[in-house]
């Protein structure tokens, strides 16, 4: 419960004060009114006695009586005893309420409860959440402090008010009147004449029956006589002798001379009096609307309503007759004409505030001087020592002896006597109806009365000992008697005096209330007396810390006859929940919530306002969102009705914004009041443009898009992919596209990338680097994608959408851009005016739906047409609530709808990536900038698109295709510089001018449309190749870039270029992403955007075609052999070929048509196969064997330059198709370099690969003799043609493979190895054992190469000699570039399966072991000698032969002994 400004006993005791009446004459009246005052205001602020009384009890005991109040009231008669409140009576405690606000920007107190603190002033709106303070033993300090403790001033004034109206009872006497002052003024010509009036008009009052009110307390009621003396008008003197004589007649403790009005208005006009009667009287002004004028009465509903609108307060009924007058229950000093009251001036609304206006023409006691003031309070202490508790006292003893008196008779007895006799009572209600005695009436000399009587006199003189012991003898009697509107004020009063006594020597009987209020409430069907009851007792149970037990007993109080006690208990129980020791917070935040409903229901905006607002500490961001929506809602309404339109949108805004849980038809009403509310905000005060809370927008998910969108296919052209706000963007691919403009960049450096280097960014998004403003180019529009949300269950409708930006022209410098602010274009946007499209045009999206719960992304374009820096501010745009159903044709639904939609803006504040590099950074939050959202906008650059015809999307791996690009320059700027950079540089080609054919040579390819060039050439049998020498500087460009061979190498603006593309099909089947970007320049230099950039992406799936392996091994037979062979034999060459393809191609058949070799140093020289056919077909999994051939090649004249390769061209069919030309050329050499980085170095490399197998250093010259001895390096070209049945019709597919033949022995093939075999490789977790340590032997082997030449059968006549001896040569051919030793052993005997299963009689007879030594590619002949001893095939391969170089130390044998047999058949004669 609030804290209160008096203390509990206090608060008590002002509660039941001694009330005594005045009777004016009308002179009287007249003095006191010449200070705006009635007699009984005048002395209103002097009631309190300052001294302390005594009396004597009926003991003879002396009780001091302390602070003692008393109440002074002019009489108002009444015909009527109303035990409730009427209307008018309800009206005055809700405009007391009203009238008594909290202090605009006043200190706020604060309590500190848990993790919570709750902040009690006027704008809770702006308090904020707090962080967790205090533990319990702060807590319960602070709970108990009364510095920290709210106070709630309209509770209290109610309050007071509410106990000052309560209407005189019959069961209880303490607001009967004890005395009556009669005053008269000393002007009277007979005073004493007045005084006789007075009393008798008092004693008719009291005793003629007619009035029900006033009511008295003893028949013998005190009269005291006053003579009012005016000193500025009357004779002081006769004023004294007249009050002489009022001592002799009334006795001298029965009358006073009070003097007053000493000052004069004129006179000591600056000499400033305090005003003590303001605190007293602006409680009750407002009641006097009743009598005021029109005038007076807007003046004072304007004043205490405080910018409320007028229709809230309940308009005051004019009614100048007197009864309406008698019946207020708070008018008790008006007097008996209405129309004499002059006007007061408007009450002033705040408590505090309340200042005297001295002189002014509505202040009060203008005419006394401070020593009136002395006089005044004199006269009370007069009166109250000398003759109201002299007359108290002696009541109190006369009730005594009469309680005493009749004691002693038996108690049983007399019950027994007024049962029979009835006591005198009135009827009493029927026995069928016992519980409804609350009707129950005592007359007034009753015994049971009389103590109660007895009581009230003692607890009004604060004897409360004697007090609680008479009503607790009342109570007993009462209860007995079933009389239970009497019991329950006995009980009442019996708690209040227990706790008021001294020492307190008894607890507090709280049951006692418990019972009386329930008996009020449920019995006599009082609520009046039972809130009485119960604000009494909260306030006693909160001083003994019982905040609970308070609590429970103010809820209990709530009903619906009355919104506005309901709202005031539930706000002082709130505040009880969060006193505790443990503090109740959500309860209190729930009881704030009930109260603000009630007291809006009571027409107390302002006090609902800030129930719901202290409320919403508690619950806000707390996850209960629910009850946030409720609040805000709620406090939305009360603002804007309170004319706090800021503090409503600012509510509604909560509401929209959070994620709502509330139905559709909930968001909806929610969104309509939003709407109202920002209208009438807003309403002509359109000058800039507002925030708006809906939809939401995710800043980060801000894309922005620099360029025009791309053109999709137009026929068969197809446009190249770039980039578009429709991809996804990958940072992998965002890194390959950098690093394939890097190389474009150093190529067009001569090969240095340039230190300022930033890769091109078309589309900027949260993922891209945005740390530096981006460029675009005037004349070319800038994308933003925006992304919306509607977090709510109700559609949006957006309409005029746009974005809001702001220009600064280029070379503006910062003087000039302070003198002359940037360009916007809000204000065109905001007033209608003519858009801003000479700087920026700004394209408006006319109508932007967004459904319930949707997310949607809006794409706002601008067009800048002017050099300099440009800033996109925001979004601006309409917002309504889309209607769900048709809108109502009429032309007044059309209006509504109009009056829902509003206008306003939201900033695009994009929040940077996080820092992280510094200590600095890592130790608080830090963002990067983030300036996607401010382009520089740069002068005008070439503009390129690329489309492409007859572009394939499926090809067979090693497929050639032919397709045409074409380049357009569709800007105002010349472009030059052309070249592209791809993934697979391998995959394309555009031919180079020096080899790039026309025209179609033969007929047939132009048929067949081939990609080749061809020349019709029959197949001649045992023809050899057809050779060319070509440079490979023909074709390979360097780092994979290759420049673009438009015409004059620049496209003009408008023009356009087509060449041919040729394509072929990667060796790997499978889908391949092959990325093409295209790069261009402006002629014109000097600009901040250096190049430009073209994407294109295409997607190629590739299928199996064939499989080429290709070996080689030297030739067996003799040198001397060879056509045209210088030193060492030919070498054989072996290609496999298989059709791997399978039948989904729809391919029927292929054909081999053409190999080719190239190589710088062997050739291709005739085919050897055995199969005279023409050319070589395979169907599905055939294989085919081809055998051929190599020769080196001739020796180049040239030797200091590159060595040209040497093409070498076998046809098997008709046709020669020229290997040499593109694009065969250009395919073989873009394969190479894929292939090899480095193939001119190549040596090296394997160089350094076997010199992993080193023993000593010596090794690493052996490894490289033996190497150059085997190396081969001869690339083979194999050509096909694949024939296609497709749509019914037979298509011609052509393309080549490739296979590099590096080392003799070693197969090659085709096919690339599968990537799985790497991962798995990758994948081991164990460290690999190093490799073994290899000794160059086997190498050795291949250094000398054996040939046995002998006849193939040989006729002996065994008859006639045993002995055969045929001749044999050995031919030996070093085959290395150094010196080597040979050793040939002829006694060895072969074990091998090949000689076992022929006839192995045979010997060598002669020399059996050779040493020789041969130079560097000598070829020497042996001539030895076979033995045989009967016919039989035999094999003469049996011969060991070692080798070494002559420096080495070991010897080896050579691999001839793995060759094939060499049979001699012997034949008998």
């Known amino acids: 419960m609030a804290q209160c400004v008096q203390s509990v006993q206090e608060f008590v005791q002002d509660s039941f004060v001694p009330m005594v009446a005045v009777l004016c004459s009308e002179e009287a009246e007249r003095v006191t009114r010449k200070n705006n005052l009635s007699f009984a205001e005048l002395l209103r602020p002097f009631c309190r006695l300052t001294s302390e009384g005594h009396i004597r009890d009926p003991n003879n005991q002396v009780q001091v009586v302390k602070n003692l109040r008393i109440c002074v009231n002019n009489v108002v008669t009444n015909l009527n005893s109303p035990s409730t409140f009427s209307p008018a009576q309800r009206r005055m405690l809700n405009e007391v309420v009203l009238s008594c606000q909290p202090q605009e920007g006043a200190a706020t107190n604060v309590i500190t409860a848990g993790d919570y603190d709750l902040n009690f002033s006027d704008h809770s709106l702006k ?106 008008e009357g004779d002081e003197q006769r004023a004294d002798s007249v009050y002489e004589d009022m001592k002799q007649r009334y006795g001298h403790q029965g009358c006073y001379l009070l003097k007053m009005n000493s000052r004069t208005i004129s006179a000591e006009e600056d000499e400033q009096i305090p005003d003590p009667w303001s605190q007293y009287l602006h409680r009750n002004n407002l009641q006097n609307q009743d009598v005021l004028e029109d005038g007076a009465a807007a003046v004072n509903s304007a004043a205490v309503e405080n910018n409320m609108n ?123 109806e016992p519980k409804s005695t609350c009707g129950l009436l005592y007359p007034p000399e009753a015994p049971e009365l009389q103590i109660r009587k007895m009581a009230d006199l003692c607890f009004l003189v604060q004897h409360y000992e004697l007090a609680y012991s008479c009503y607790h003898t009342a109570k007993k009697d009462f209860l007995s008697d079933q009389a239970m509107l009497y019991a329950a004020g006995a009980l009442e009063m019996a708690a209040v005096s227990a706790f008021l006594q001294a020492g307190a020597p008894r607890p507090y009987p709280a049951h006692y209330m418990d019972t009386a209020i329930q008996t009020y409430r449920d019995v006599c069907k009082n609520m009046v007396l039972a809130e009485r009851c119960a604000l009494l007792s909260a306030e006693i149970l909160k001083s003994q810390v019982k905040y609970s037990e308070a609590a429970t007993l103010l809820i209990k109080m709530t009903s619906e006859d009355s919104d506005l006690r309901s709202a005031l208990l539930l706000e002082q129980a709130a505040h009880c929940f969060i006193n505790m020791r443990n503090p109740m917070v959500r309860k209190f935040a729930f009881h704030m919530i009930l109260a603000g409903h009630r007291f809006s229901k009571a027409g107390q905006r302002r006090h609902a306002l800030r129930c719901y607002c202290q409320a919403m500490q508690v ?156 460029l675009a180019v005037a004349e070319e529009p800038i994308v933003v994608e925006v992304s919306f949300r509607n977090p709510l269950k109700v559609p949006l409708a957006l309409s005029n959408l746009s974005l809001l930006w702001s220009f600064t ?155 045409y690009v074409e380049f357009c320059n569709v800007s105002g700027v010349a472009l030059s510089g052309l070249r592209v950079a791809s993934t697979h540089p391998d995959f394309f080609t555009f031919g180079s001018q020096t080899t790039t054919p026309l025209t179609p040579v033969s007929p047939t390819s132009a048929e067949n449309c081939s990609a080749y060039k061809t020349l019709a050439t029959p197949r001649q049998p045992g023809s050899v190749a057809t050779e060319v020498l070509v440079s490979a500087g023909d074709f390979s460009q360097p780092s994979g870039v290759m420049d673009i061979p438009i015409e004059g190498s620049t496209l003009q603006p408008g023009e356009s270029t087509q060449l ?197 250093v010596r090794t690493e010259d052996i490894g490289n003799i033996v190497k150059k001895c085997n190396e081969l390096d001869l690339n083979i070209i194999v050509i096909w043609k694949a024939y296609v049945v497709e749509d019914n019709k037979q298509l011609i597919l052509e393309g080549q493979l490739h296979v590099a033949l590096q080392t003799i022995g070693k197969e090659a093939t085709s096919l690339t190895p599968k990537e799985e075999t790497q991962e798995m490789v990758l994948l081991k977790f164990k460290s690999e054992a190093p490799p073994p340590v290899i000794l160059p032997a086997a190498e050795l082997s291949q250094l000398i190469k054996t040939n046995l030449h002998y006849p ?96 080495q130390g070991a010897m080896c044998e050579t691999s001839q002994q793995t060759a094939s047999p060499a049979l001699i058949i012997i034949n008998s004669a």
Request: charged content about 20%.
């Open 310 to 432: 007028a229709a809230e307060v309940d308009s005051p009924e004019k009614d100048g007759a007197p009864s309406s007058l008698e019946s207020h229950p708070l008018q008790l000093d008006t007097a008996s004409s209405p129309g004499s009251l002059p006007p007061l001036s408007p009450a002033n609304t705040e408590l505090k505030k309340a200042a005297p206006e001295g002189g002014a023409a509505g202040s009060h006691g203008t005419c006394l001087t401070l020593n009136d003031h002395g006089h005044i309070r004199q006269f009370i202490q007069e009166f109250t020592f000398r003759g109201l508790l002299p007359h108290i006292e002696k009541n109190i003893r006369q009730l005594n002896d009469q309680l005493v008196s009749r004691k002693g008779l038996s108690r049983s007895l007399f019950t027994a006597t007024k049962k029979w006799f009835g006591g005198g009572k009135a009827p009493e209600k029927s026995i069928s």
């Open 1352 to 1447: 193939e059968t040989y006729t002996h006549p065994f008859v006639q000699e045993s002995l055969c001896v045929v001749p044999v040569t050995l031919t030996l051919s070093n085959c290395s570039l150094a010196r080597v030793e040979v050793i040939i052993d002829l006694r060895h005997k072969s074990a091998s399966p090949e000689s076992v299963e022929v006839h192995s009689s045979f010997t060598w007879v002669g020399q059996t072991q050779h040493h020789l030594q041969l130079r560097p590619q000598e070829v020497l002949c042996l001539t030895l000698q076979a033995c045989f001893l009967q016919p039989g095939v035999y094999n003469l391969n049996t011969p060991r032969v070692f080798a070494k170089l002559t420096d």
């Open 619 to 774: 619950y806000k961001e707390r996850g209960w969102s629910l009850a946030e929506d409720h609040i805000n809602f709620t406090i939305g309404r009360q603002s804007f009705t309170l004319s706090q339109p800021e503090n409503a949108v600012t509510a509604f805004r909560q509401i929209l914004t959070n994620d709502s849980r509330q139905t559709a038809t909930q968001q909806g009403a929610f969104l309509r009041e939003y709407l109202y509310v920002y209208k009438s905000v807003i309403g002509g005060k359109e000058d800039s443009l507002p925030q708006l809370p809906l939809p939401c927008i995710h800043s980060s998910a801000t894309r922005v898009y620099f360029g025009h969108e791309r053109r999709l296919a137009e026929g068969e052209k197809q446009a190249a992919t770039h980039v578009s706000l429709d991809q996804e963007y990958d940072q992998d691919q965002a890194s390959m596209w950098g690093h394939l403009e890097e190389q474009l960049v150093a190529s067009a450096n001569r090969g240095v990338v340039p230190g300022n280097f930033q890769p091109s960014q078309c589309c900027l998004n949260s993922q891209t680097d945005n740390l530096r403003c981006p």
């Open 809 to 963: 022209a280029e070379g503006t410098s910062p003087s000039e851009e302070n003198a002359e602010e940037a360009i916007t274009n809000e204000e065109t946007l905001t007033q209608g005016m003519k858009q801003k499209d000479d700087i920026v045009t700004t394209e408006i999206i006319l109508e932007f739906h967004l459904g319930p719960e949707e997310s949607k992304l809006a794409r706002l374009r601008l067009l800048p047409h002017r050099i300099g820096q440009l800033n996109i501010v925001g979004v601006v745009y309409n917002l309504a609530a889309a209607s769900s159903g048709e809108t109502a044709p009429s032309t007044e639904g059309q209006q509504t709808l109009d009056l829902m939609v509003v206008r306003g803006r939201q900033d695009l504040k994009i929040q940077g990536p996080r820092l992280n590099q510094t200590k600095e950074d890592k130790m608080v939050i830090r963002h990067g900038l983030d300036r996607r959202l401010d382009p520089i906008i740069t002068p005008p650059m070439p503009l390129m698109e690329v489309f492409f015809l007859q572009f394939p999307t499926a090809l067979l791996c090693g497929e050639i295709r032919k397709a």
């Open 127 to 232: 308090a904020s959440l707090p962080w967790y303070s205090a533990w319990r033993e702060t807590l319960s300090e602070v709970s108990t402090s009364q510095h920290y403790t709210a106070t709630t001033p309209w509770f209290e004034a109610y309050r007071e008010n509410f106990l000052q109206s309560m209407p005189a009872s019959e069961h209880e006497f303490l607001n009967h009147y004890l005395a009556c002052l009669l005053v008269v003024s000393s002007t009277e010509a007979v005073p004493v004449e007045q005084f006789l009036k007075l009393s008798q008009e008092q004693h008719r009052v009291q005793h003629s029956g007619d009035y029900t009110n006033p009511k008295w307390f003893i028949p013998n009621t005190l009269k005291y006589y006053v003579l009012l003396h005016d000193m500025s």
């Open 1060 to 1256: 041919p593309l040729w394509l072929r099909g990667p060796d790997q089947e499978g889908v391949h992403e092959i990325n093409f970007l295209f790069y261009y320049e402006s002629t014109e230099k000097g600009n901040k955007i250096s190049h430009r950039v073209l994407r294109h992406s295409v997607f190629i799936c590739a299928s199996r075609s064939l499989s080429v392996k290709a070996s080689a091994c030297r030739s067996s037979g003799p040198p001397h052999h060879s056509l045209e062979d210088q030193g060492s034999g030919g070498t054989l060459v072996f290609i496999d070929v298989e059709n791997i393809n399978t039948s989904e191609a729809g391919v029927r058949e292929f054909h081999i048509i053409q190999v080719s070799s190239s190589s710088q140093h062997w050739r291709l020289h005739k085919c050897i196969n055995p199969a005279k056919d023409k050319d070589c077909k395979l169907t599905s999994r055939e294989r085919a064997k081809l055998c051929f051939r190599a020769t080196p090649c001739k020796p180049q004249a040239t030797s200091n330059a590159v060595r040209k390769y040497t093409f070498a061209d076998l046809n098997l069919g008709n046709e020669r198709i020229i290997s040499s030309s593109t694009p065969c050329g250009d395919f073989f050499f873009r394969g190479c370099r894929s292939a090899e980085v480095q193939p001119v170095e190549a040596p090296t490399s394997r160089t350094t690969a076997s010199s992993r197998s080193q023993v000593c």
